[in-house]
């Protein structure tokens, strides 16, 4: 059975869609780099189009400029990766993981 919302989302509901979205998205980018550090190449293709997915489908509106700069650059970081972004790919998804955790705590 599908269930549709016919309303749009609240404000709360897109906040806790963002919180989800940037931590998988952090995570993604930290396999990412695990892939290339154990020299998986598979491994760090793979999550490197999770992670383009996760992106497209943040709220842009409702998440910090800084934020909004971040993900731009993972974007045109994650379009051309090599060992030696591996940890810029870990520093951006510390950025998030910490900026997910304490912006939409309630």
Known sequence: ???AKSD???KEE???K???TLGALAMDLKRITLGL???SKI???RFTQEALKRESE???QNVDPYVRNILKNIKLMLSNIDEQESEDILMY???LQNYARHKFST
């Open 93 to 95: 998804s510390i950025l």
């Open 18 to 20: 963002n919180k989800a």
């Open 8 to 10: 749009p989302f609240t």
């Open 43 to 45: 491994m760090a293709f």
């Open 14 to 16: 897109i906040k806790k």
């Open 1 to 3: 059975m599908i269930i």
């Open 58 to 60: 943040i709220d842009m």
């Open 37 to 39: 550090q154990r020299g």
